[in-house]
């Protein structure tokens, strides 16, 4: 748990070196989604900063693939590979625009746009009982009928050991998705699981969420209010950005701009 200010600047801080770094991955020729890997930046800032994620029993699975490019920014900065190895798999095709487990050993799961991880986090849960199973979903994704078979099964076998994270940024690829009687009506309430709505952009909220979570005897959902593009008001709320890349003069010109206003 984030417990005093030091720590709380040290993660916006990094957040916003992530941010940047991930900014500046694209400018070097990566395919990422932009609006929804740095909707939920400060969640997989908060998880693996914070160590979180025990890495010699835990699992961390990042259902929403296409913010693989936060996550690599993320392994690039705790120095797990480097840039070099990254740009050469790259440029022989062996990683793409969807995260995957082939190349680069920081997923548990192979993904797509949707992970489909829920039905997984619940196969590791049963192998793997003493483990906390960490899965950042999308908002979009909980439309899909694996994810709420999954939570049913959670639910009714009492499962305890899951901790579920919707990144919930109002958007699909192509659509702004505002009303959602699921997240509206507090639906998700109704199933045997802890249940946290929470800024997840704050760090000192997401915090508090997960470590309640982590001692806790039943699985948990905590719906992450976030803004898609957020960190980069170029960025925010704009549908254009959920696939396309800015040309690198308009890029070159952000990254110059937030560099100037934050020092890194």
């Avoid at 417990?3 to 990094?14: A, D, G, P, T, V």
């Avoid at 952009?201 to 997401?206: L, R, T, Y």
């Avoid at 979570?213 to 948990?220: A, E, G, P």
Wanted: charged share 25%; with cysteine; net charge positive.
């Amino acid at each position: 748990m984030v417990k005093n200010s030091n720590q709380i600047n040290f993660l916006n801080e990094k957040s916003q070196k992530i941010r940047l770094d991930f900014l500046k991955l694209i400018y070097k020729g990566f395919k990422y989604h932009i609006g929804g890997s740095l909707s939920c930046a400060d969640i997989l800032v908060n998880i693996f900063y914070t160590k979180k994620v025990k890495k010699s029993k835990d699992f961390f699975l990042l259902s929403k693939g296409h913010a693989l490019g936060i996550l690599y920014a993320i392994m690039l900065d705790k120095k797990k590979f480097n840039f070099k190895f990254l740009e050469k798999l790259r440029k022989n095709n062996k990683i793409g625009g969807q995260l995957d487990t082939q190349n680069i050993k920081i997923n548990d799961w192979n993904t797509g746009s949707l992970g489909h991880t829920v039905g997984i986090s619940i196969g590791l849960s049963l192998a793997k009982p003493y483990s906390k199973i960490f899965n950042i979903i999308g908002d979009a994704e909980i439309d899909e009928g694996s994810v709420w078979e999954g939570l049913m099964y959670i639910s009714e076998k009492k499962i305890k050991n899951i901790i579920i994270i919707i990144d919930r940024n109002n958007q699909s690829a192509s659509s702004f998705i505002k009303k959602k009687e699921v997240f509206d009506k507090d639906f998700l309430k109704l199933l045997n699981l802890n249940y946290f709505k929470i800024n997840g952009h704050s760090h000192k909220s997401i915090s508090q969420a997960i470590s309640k979570s982590l001692i806790s005897k039943r699985s948990s959902i905590i719906i992450a209010n976030t803004t898609k593009g957020y960190g980069f008001k170029e960025f925010e709320k704009n549908l254009k950005y959920s696939h396309e890349s800015p040309d690198k003069k308009f890029l070159n010109k952000i990254i110059g701009k937030y560099e100037k206003k934050t020092g890194y």
